[in-house]
């Protein structure tokens, strides 16, 4: 059963434009969503986190929207870049958890 | 620089041999963890130590075993590696519990023959 869902194998985009990465979560006690971007060959890199008390957290040109009534988080990249082409995954926790559940992943591609 | 480390970086074996993929951090956190990432099936964690010996199973703990005799070490370790282990695997750390799993190696990739 997978908890945190990303349903959108791969999304591309025009340099400039916005990318919008989608998440959905089943398990309604998640309070805490993360968002990592992975290169190949390298870890994931945390990106960005929103705790439950928000529905919006900006760092940059990155954006994260949480609607709890949906159990729906998305990514917003504006304005996108070339360097911003990698995998992104969502993952969701309990607060104070230990563990994270991990969405399956996006892969997104601008062009330039 | 802060940093996770993982040795080796990539692992050829045959079933059954031992083998253990070691990971470091350099930044006195008390939380560790390992990941599998397979094709399809994004991150899923095997075990995590939320400090000197104290551990835990993750999701996927099957045929794994870790140990944390140390702050900055936390090994994985395959006893009798079988096909279904070949993945590409991730050691992370963080502080303390809650907060993101702030920093990732740069992964391991075991394939088992």
């Known amino acids: 059963d997978q908890q945190v869902k990303q349903n959108s194998p791969s999304l591309s985009v025009q340099e400039g434009r916005i990318s919008i990465l989608n998440c959905d979560y089943t398990?309604?006690?998640?309070?805490?969503f993360l968002w990592y971007k992975k290169y190949p060959a390298e870890g994931p890199t945390f990106l960005i986190s929103?705790?439950?008390?928000?529905d919006k957290n900006e760092d940059g040109r990155f954006t994260v929207f949480l609607n709890k009534s949906a159990k729906h988080l998305s990514l917003h990249i504006v304005p996108s870049q070339p360097g911003d082409s990698a995998v992104y995954f969502c993952?969701?926790?309990?607060?104070?958890?230990?563990?994270?559940?991990f969405g399956t992943g996006t892969r997104l591609k601008v062009l330039a | 620089e802060a940093q996770v480390t993982q040795n080796p970086r990539y692992l050829i074996t045959v079933t059954g041999k031992k083998l253990t993929v070691t990971c470091s951090q350099n930044?006195?956190?008390?939380?560790m963890s390992w990941y599998r990432q397979d094709p399809g099936l994004g991150l899923r964690q095997i075990y995590y130590?939320?400090?000197?010996?104290?551990?835990d199973k993750g999701d996927v703990p099957e045929g794994y075993k870790v140990s944390r005799k140390e702050k900055r070490n936390f090994p994985l370790i395959l006893e009798s590696p079988s096909p279904n282990q070949t993945s590409l695997y991730f050691c992370?750390?963080?502080?303390?519990?809650?907060?993101?799993?702030?920093?990732f190696g740069q992964g391991t990739r075991l394939t088992v023959v």
């Open positions: 992370a750390s963080r502080m303390g519990q809650g907060g993101p799993e702030a920093f």
């Open positions: 930044m006195n956190h008390e939380y």
């Open positions: 130590s939320m400090n000197v010996e104290v551990t």
């Open positions: 993952a969701a926790g309990g607060s104070g958890t230990y563990k994270y559940i």
């Open positions: 398990n309604s006690m998640f309070d805490y």
């Open positions: 929103i705790s439950s008390i928000k």
